[in-house]
């Protein structure tokens, strides 16, 4: 079963613009993360947010985590054509905190075009 | 440092054969996993190994599926017989288990087409 609901289902923007996509879920979680998968590659973890943070920045991602709401987004600055790719949010349900088990979401399939 | 590494990249079989999947994880990482993601979704959990013990198979249809971690370094994942439904991609992944939140790394993956 998969918890997470990214939204939206594809974007597509041009280059240089900003790109936001959200991931829903439903229970309790220790943390969450975000992977991208090119086109024919495996996945590529990107980030991750404990559940007592709030936001965090990694070079051009910024990704918020609301509890409260279930939700958080992933903000992707000054896209670039390489960022054409697929995004998964990922909860972890690890009662040990640690990632035992990550359930993905369906994805947000992102294009930018040049 | 050398990734995550499965073979075959790719495998297609008629349904009712047998196949069988290879992966061997980054040195020194404890814990595997096998995904299966089909078309258009994210990966699901199949079979999460620490070391050499099995402790998360719940997903694992065990009528047909099975895997090993002999040693708890490589890891194989069959399928026998295969069925029209088990058309996906199988990823395996590998991280180290350090009691906080692990970062999984994983590999290409095996694309299984059944005919």
């Known amino acids: 079963s998969q918890q997470g609901e990214e939204d939206p289902q594809a974007l597509s923007i041009q280059e240089g613009e900003n790109a936001t996509m959200n991931c829903s879920y439903k229970?309790?979680?220790?943390?969450l993360q975000w992977y991208r998968q090119n086109s024919g590659r495996g996945l590529v973890h990107l980030i991750l947010?404990?559940?007592?943070?709030r936001e965090k920045h990694s070079g051009r991602l910024r990704v918020t985590l609301d509890t409260s709401k279930k939700s958080s987004s992933l903000l992707i600055t000054a896209s670039r054509a390489a960022d054409t790719a697929s995004y998964f949010c990922?909860?972890?349900?690890?009662?040990?905190?640690?990632?035992?088990?990550?359930?993905f979401g369906k994805g947000t399939k992102l294009t930018v075009n040049p | 440092e050398a990734g995550v590494v499965q073979s075959p990249r790719y495998k297609i079989i008629e349904k009712k054969q047998p196949v069988a999947f290879w992966c061997n994880p980054i040195s020194g990482h404890n814990t595997l996993y096998w995904y299966l993601q089909n078309l258009g979704q994210g990966p699901e959990l199949l079979i999460r190994?620490?070391?050499?013990?099995?402790?998360?198979d719940s997903q694992l249809p065990k009528d047909r599926f099975s895997a090993e971690r002999l040693k708890g370094v490589d890891s194989t994942l069959k399928i026998q017989p295969a069925e029209l439904g088990d058309s996906a991609v199988y990823l395996c992944?590998?991280?180290?288990?350090?009691?906080?939140?692990?970062?999984?790394?994983f590999g290409p993956g095996t694309r299984l087409t059944v005919l």
């Open positions: 229970t309790s979680i220790n943390n």
């Open positions: 190994y620490e070391n050499e013990e099995a402790v998360d």
């Open positions: 947010i404990r559940s007592n943070e």
């Open positions: 992944a590998s991280s180290v288990s350090s009691g906080g939140a692990d970062t999984q790394y």
């Open positions: 990922a909860t972890d349900e690890g009662g040990r905190g640690g990632s035992e088990k990550l359930v």
